[in-house]
């Protein structure tokens, strides 16, 4: 490798070393199906860090709520190639899928990684794959390995091999810093760092983008940093409060806030020609637009009728915002699913704020946390759960729920404190 | 100078007036005359110069000097030294004592041209980050018309809204919430 290059990584790495999300799955297996990851068998030199592939899966399976993989020590047998299988144990054990795997080094950093997905009740294999990695790739490819194995035995995308971004701040004078990572919180990289806040970054659709707000100037302004190049956009700096971006489903164009003409209302604004267009126009504070999924609406927040309450609003302006939600008197942030059917949002009653769903269909509402100042939900990728900002012993934390509310985790920065949550749709 | 101000918010009660939308003409009833105590004024005509040549009484400004000189703003005895405006939970209103410090504030603007205010708006950190922010503007902008209505230029006064980005206190009650809600007028 060459020198400076190395030199190069490890000063990234001696950076960002004390940041590193750390995952507790603090509530919820029970339904979960059951299945057992057999660790996979290492062929090589000494052992790699993050060649524990199955130790990986497992625990991205185990996050995302739908699965609960069998205890490395509670394993029955730890059979190496499909013929080893015996299948009666493992139905009697009540284990409904099985998965082996090996990791053999085929050159200097070249590896080659195998898994094969068992049905234990059928005694079949239902999948099988073989990946190269080196040991820079192999963290995604384990979370490759556990999008496929989620997506065949629940019909659902998987998320895992994706990133995160959120805001941290540390340090006095305080410090702000914009960062990316896996979805599990590995390979934390910081974008931006800052002595004047940071807030609400969104990943663009393909994932190579992130819009957010800074104030690095003295003043908000809101930029589209390219992930890759690290190339950035001023794409709004306007008189008064530039803020909640918000992609388009097409990535071009962005639904924001701004005060410029007096008061906060939503506007839109095309990335390409950076012509601008006033979709609200009210005394009331209207913010935080969500797009609805096919474009032709969006979900926002407004104070018109006396305190924060969720409204639609058509696109083609062909009628007035619809208002949502009734219950409780601050409903605001809204996160819409993937699928459009599940808005997530935050609902504060009696001093406290909490995560909710509202199912757009039956106008059905769910309290999904126990928390006093949860805020900042964003829907995985898939729709099965919603990452959002938490408080956990005083200090400031991201926090994941499934979208039942059956399962949730913490991940917490061992320094400093963490908020803002946003979910890639794929990692690019 | 010392000076007096009006003991009760007749003052503050025809600026409300005028601020939501009824003509100057539009006086109060018969209680405008007795606004003010040892003031240059009583009639609705002239209440917006209560204040000037007299000493507040009554009043949470009570024994503040008042002076529009150029280094005003930096005399700890001088009204103008106070410059945090604190609000209500999800409440852009100003308090009426609130109402007379940035009616100082807008004259010392208007007489002194070169002057330029930064306006800070902040929440507590109860409630969402870009709600916060919306708010914390309208907190500025409720204070920036006040300015403007003394007579101080749109372009002597900046607004920036922090939100619950930076907190004056760190807890997590109601002792730091309220000190939290402000907005802050920061010559520059």
Request: proline share 4%; charged share 25%; with cysteine.
């Amino acid at each position: 490798m060459n020198r400076w290059i190395f030199l190069f990584l490890v000063a990234c790495f001696s950076q960002t070393a004390n940041a590193v999300l750390k995952i507790d799955i603090t509530e919820g297996i029970e339904g979960a199906t059951p299945i057992a990851i057999i660790p996979f068998q290492w062929n090589g030199s000494s052992r790699l860090k993050d060649s524990d592939i199955s130790g990986i899966v497992s625990s991205d399976l185990a996050r995302s709520g739908k699965f609960s993989p069998v205890a490395e020590k509670e394993l029955l047998a730890r059979p190496q190639r499909p013929e080893d299988i015996h299948f009666k144990t493992w139905r009697v054990a009540g284990v409904d899928h099985l998965v082996i795997g090996s990791v053999q080094m085929t050159a200097n950093d070249r590896f080659k990684v195998e898994f094969r997905l068992f049905n234990v009740y059928r005694g079949e294999q239902v999948l099988g794959y073989t990946f190269n990695a080196t040991s820079a790739t192999l963290r995604t490819t384990a979370h490759q390995v556990s999008d496929l194995i989620f997506e065949k035995l629940t019909g659902l995308p998987g998320a895992f091999n994706s990133r995160i971004a959120y805001v941290t701040s540390s340090g006095k004078p305080v410090e702000y810093r914009l960062q990316v990572a896996d979805t599990d919180g590995y390979n934390p990289q910081t974008l931006l760092t800052s002595k004047e806040p940071v807030m609400s970054p969104v990943w663009s659709p393909d994932g190579s983008r992130l819009a957010y707000v800074s104030f690095e100037s003295g003043l908000s302004a809101i930029f589209v940093h390219d992930i890759h190049t690290g190339e950035r956009e001023k794409i709004a700096s306007f008189k008064g409060i530039n803020s909640a971006p918000a992609w388009s489903p097409d990535g071009k164009t962005m639904a924001m806030t701004l005060s410029k003409d007096g008061n906060p209302d939503i506007y839109i604004i095309s990335l390409q020609s950076k012509s601008l267009r006033r979709l609200t126009k009210h005394w009331a504070i209207d913010t935080e637009p969500a797009w609805m999924p096919d474009s032709k609406s969006l979900i926002f927040t407004s104070s018109r009728s006396g305190k924060p309450q969720l409204y639609e609003l058509s696109l083609d302006k062909s009628s007035r915002p619809k208002r949502l939600t009734f219950e409780g008197k601050y409903n605001a942030s809204a996160s819409v699913s993937a699928d459009g059917k599940v808005i997530a949002f935050v609902h504060g009653a009696n001093n406290s704020y909490k995560i909710a769903v509202l199912y757009k269909d039956t106008r059905v509402m769910q309290v999904l946390t126990d928390g006093v100042l949860d805020e900042s939900p964003d829907f995985s990728p898939n729709g099965t759960m919603i990452l959002y900002a938490s408080q956990h012993r005083g200090k400031a934390v991201l926090a994941a729920v499934s979208t039942d509310g059956r399962q949730k985790q913490r991940l917490a920065l061992s320094d400093g404190e963490v908020r803002e949550p946003s979910w890639a749709a794929k990692r690019n | 100078m010392k000076i007096i101000t009006m003991k009760n918010g007749i003052f503050l009660l025809v600026m409300a007036l005028l601020i939501s939308g009824c003509t100057p003409g539009a006086k109060p009833d018969s209680e405008t005359g007795t606004g003010a105590e040892g003031g240059e004024s009583g009639t609705g005509a002239t209440v917006g110069t209560i204040g000037e040549g007299g000493a507040l009484a009554g009043s949470a400004l009570e024994g503040m000097t008042i002076s529009y000189e150029k280094n005003a703003i930096n005399d700890p005895e001088n009204v103008l030294s106070i410059k945090t405006i604190y609000f209500a939970f999800d409440s852009s209103e100003i308090s009426e004592d609130d109402v007379e410090v940035i009616k100082h504030h807008g004259k010392y603007l208007a007489l002194n041209s070169d002057a330029t205010l930064r306006l800070e708006g902040h929440t507590d950190e109860r409630g969402t980050r870009e709600y916060n922010i919306a708010l914390a503007d309208r907190r500025a902008q409720s204070i920036k018309k006040l300015l403007l209505f003394q007579g101080a230029g749109s372009s002597q006064i900046t607004i920036i809204s922090y939100g619950e980005e930076k907190p004056e206190a760190l807890g997590h009650d109601e002792d730091a919430w309220k000190l939290n809600r402000r907005a802050e007028l920061v010559y520059e």
